[in-house]
């Protein structure tokens, strides 16, 4: 995103309220504002579930444990797509924790990035079929009917004034079709993506937001409980990468601007706090001499590993391809930074020797 793009969308999460354009049972088109409910209607919401989710069960709605099992013995749903599924999970983690060791191989980092998406989608596939057969439940009743509380509370005019006073003016519109598509928006698609979320939480426009707040201790209106879904995500993601970039071992620039590069690192980090394993993202030689670290790389993540190293290095470097370039095979004792090594050592070796005589 450009940064009008990234003002635009800070402008519209801080606000919190969604925007809603509905179609009414006469075909006319009206303009609505859906606000943040407030914790004391969240807390209304939840009671509106638990109530009808009993009161279903009651008028003989299933369950949706008994509605699976149902689906199962008719053979529309079988525990071998369950068992695929946690396949996918486990696979889903173990590619995006394996996206590291391509940093440096662009065509096979892609490559396996595309095997995620593909792995994603096959899973998010069978999670709402899964979801649709279980439409009928007594919880999905529930949560219907919790969504639609909600709505009828927290729907406005464009001039602030609630649309439904009282819960019974609410209860008494018949404009279901209207009602439903104010649900929609509010509970599905005003939701922003997660990897916008993220690109709008780690660009240099929202943490200068983000800095303020943190010295002012004020960022969106009301206590976090009334802040809107998109609100606590993008303060939850703020968090986050402020302690990316406060870690230890922090990330380069590079993977902190890639989410499936970061999370992977995530991963990673995970492990070696849980103590799964010592192997860092770029473990270090224990051995002594030199520090070298090879690394399998394409001819862009060659160059680029080629920069990482610091300036006197690279002068080494570029002295070696000389020598090469211009006497074809080289041993590698008559290098000269072997060569110079080799002198260091002697020189150790013999002031070791003049103490050791000094000291009979």
Sequence with gaps: MDSAAIERLIARISWGYTP????????QLVSFLLRPPTPKEQAKAAMVYEAERQRAALVGLPPENEILE?????????????EEMAGLEKDIHTIRRGLLDFLFNRTKLEAARSLLRRAEKAFVSRLNQKHNLLQNSAEATAEVCQQRYLVGRITETEDGEPVWPTEKSFEDCNDNAMITQLCELFFHRSRISVSVIREVARS????????VAKATNELFDGPVASWSLNQRELAYWSTIYDSVHGAFERPAKDIIADDDLLDSW???QGEKIEG????GMAPKSLKPGRNEEFIMAD???????YNMNNPAT???LKAKQKIIANKGV????????????MRQQLMERQRKHVKDISRK
């Design 266 to 268: 995530f991963i990673r």
């Design 204 to 211: 240099v426009q929202w943490r200068a937001y983000w800095e």
């Design 276 to 279: 799964k394993t010592q192997a």
């Design 70 to 82: 149902s689906l199962i013995s008719l053979g529309q749903w079988n525990v071998e797509t369950d």
């Design 299 to 305: 001819r862009e993540g060659a160059q680029r590993v």
């Design 314 to 316: 690279r002068a080494q």
């Design 330 to 341: 080289v041993r590698e004792q008559d290098m000269p930074d072997s060569q110079g090594e």
């Design 20 to 27: 809603a354009a509905v179609s009414t049972q006469d075909d």
